[in-house]
C-alpha cells in the first residue's frame, strides 16, 4: 500500500492529463488510481467521468459502512 501512495504522491504532476482539472480541485489517492488504471486500459474515462465514479464508490461505502473514509485517501 505504501508504494501506491508514493506513486500516487509521486506523479501528481507526471500525467498528461493533470492540466484539465479544474482549479481549486484536487486529486487524492482513489483518483490518482483510477487515472493510472484508466490510463492502462487506454484511456477509455474522461477525468471527469473518473472524478464521478470515485466519488459515487467513496459515498456507497460510506452509506454502506456508515463510516467516514480517511481524508488521506479521498476527500
Known amino acids: ?12 504532476q507526471a500525467s498528461g492529463n493533470a492540466g484539465t482539472q479544474q482549479s481549486g480541485e484536487k486529486k487524492d489517492i482513489g483518483d490518482k488510481i483510477a487515472g ?3 490510463k492502462k486500459e487506454g ?3 474522461s477525468d471527469k467521468q473518473l472524478e464521478t465514479g470515485t466519488d459515487t464508490a467513496r459515498k456507497m461505502y460510506e452509506k454502506a459502512t456508515g463510516n467516514k473514509v480517511d481524508p488521506r485517501i479521498s476527500n
Do not use: R
Not at 500500500?1 to 501528481?12: H, Y
Open 36 to 38: 493510472f488504471m484508466n
Open 43 to 45: 484511456g477509455k474515462l
Open 1 to 12: 500500500m505504501d508504494s501506491l501512495k508514493k506513486f500516487a504522491a509521486g506523479n501528481s
